[in-house]
T-cell receptor
Framework: DTEVTQTPKHLVMGMTNKKSLKCEQH?????MYWYKQKAKKPPELMFV???????INESVPSRFSPECPNSSLLNLHLHALQPEDSALYLCASSQATSLGSDTQYFGPGTRLTVL | AQSVAQPEDQVNVAEGNPLTVKCTYSVSGNPYLFWYVQYPNRGLQFLLK??????LVKGSYGFEAEFNKSQTSFHLKKPSALVSDSALYFC????????????FGTGTRLKVLA
């Protein structure tokens, strides 16, 4: 089973709202990722957690706040977003081996619209 | 710096014909190369990867890819295209600096015409 689940599927929020995106995997993977993807563009890496510790933050604005409560769960807390933050947010996970064969498996994404 | 290039924004092919989606790479060290497919409003689905060994890699849904070290290419192929193969295809290379990062190409839209 190579399934990564994400909720919600769609989210519409105002610029003053606080919301959260959730990602879950039960493959025993120890690395989890958040990506942002605009239409017809490649995914842009935002954050990487490895072994529940934040290992990469790609200079993401502080209105995005990641959290990894345990090895299966990854959250992305959203606050005071801007309309340009509207995008597809993808979660991925991988085994976190040091080998090049470490393969990322993606969830279906959350379509976020900021009004 | 490592990079991948997908020189074609769009590839059109007739159903039943062979298809090729091109990818070239630039890496220091051993290349670890991946292909993903994305259908509209969906996440990326893993198709196949090259790590080492046989230059012809077989993957999901009848896709295969040919690794060519001298041409630094990793083209995705399928002998007979289906309309349902129409999607956005991304080539990616694993960053060799010890992180878990991937570097993605810009994507190629494949359109299979009935």
């Amino acid at each position: 089973d190579t399934e990564v689940t994400q909720t919600p599927k769609h989210l519409v929020m105002g610029m003053t709202n606080k919301k959260s995106l959730k990602c879950e995997q039960h493959m025993g993977h120890r690395a989890m990722y958040w990506y942002k993807q605009k239409a017809k563009k490649p995914p842009e890496l935002m954050f990487v957690y490895s072994y529940e510790k934040l290992s990469i933050n790609e200079s993401v604005p502080s209105r995005f706040s990641p959290e990894c409560p345990n090895s299966s769960l990854l959250n992305l807390h959203l606050h005071a977003l801007q309309p340009e933050d509207s995008a597809l947010y993808l979660c991925a996970s991988s085994q976190a081996t040091s080998l090049g064969s470490d393969t990322q498996y993606f969830g279906p994404g959350t379509r976020l619209t900021v009004l | 710096a490592q990079s991948v290039a997908q020189p074609e924004d769009q590839v059109n092919v007739a159903e039943g014909n062979p298809l090729t989606v091109k990818c070239t790479y630039s890496v220091s060290g051993n290349p670890y190369l991946f292909w993903y497919v994305q259908y509209p409003n969906r996440g990326l689905q893993f198709l196949l990867k090259y790590i080492t060994g046989d230059n012809l890699v077989k993957g999901s849904y009848g896709f295969e890819a040919e690794f060519n070290k001298s041409q630094t290419s990793f083209h995705l192929k399928k002998p007979s295209a289906l309309v349902s193969d129409s999607a956005l295809y991304f080539c990616a290379v694993r960053d060799s600096s010890g992180t878990y990062k991937y570097i993605f190409g810009t994507g190629t839209r494949l359109k299979v015409l009935a």
